[in-house]
Nanobody, 124 residues
Framework: QVQLVESGGGLVQAGGSLRLSCATS????????MAWFRQAPGKEREFVGG????????YYADSVKGRFTISRDNAKNTVYLQMNSLEPEDTALYYC?????????????????WGQGTQVTVSS
């Protein structure tokens, strides 16, 4: 069983930055594709970005391209989401997810493990 623990959320003003971290347990982190999703109040959860097993391929939702960067450190079993130029529309609960089959996808059902989420609030 893999456990994912997100951290780094908080309250920030529009235009500011935050860096989210997702620490994972287990010895097979490097075999998982990893992704970040978010869910705003009253909305469905949506894909934010994903990174391949090696970190060589990264994917982003159009709404965050150019502002967010996903990265991973396989030695530390951790995936990160650097968020710059934050907007009030980025306010959401951010989740990290792991896919055993090792391929990034926007489809939630393809992810086997999820964290509890970390809240990001951007004030205008």
């Amino acid at each position: 069983q893999v456990q994912l623990v997100e951290s780094g959320g908080g309250l920030v003003q529009a235009g500011g930055s935050l860096r989210l971290s997702c620490a994972t347990s287990g010895r097979t982190f490097s075999s998982y594709a990893m992704a970040w999703f978010r869910q705003a109040p009253g909305k469905e959860r949506e894909f934010v970005g994903g990174i391949s097993k090696s970190g060589g391929n990264r994917y982003y939702a159009d709404s965050v391209k150019g502002r967010f960067t996903i990265s991973r450190d396989n030695a530390k079993n951790t995936v990160y989401l650097q968020m710059n130029s934050l907007e009030p529309e980025d306010t959401a609960l951010y989740y990290c997810a792991a896919a055993r089959w090792g391929v990034v996808t926007e489809v939630e059902l393809r992810y086997d493990y999820w964290g509890q989420g970390t809240q990001v609030t951007v004030s205008s």
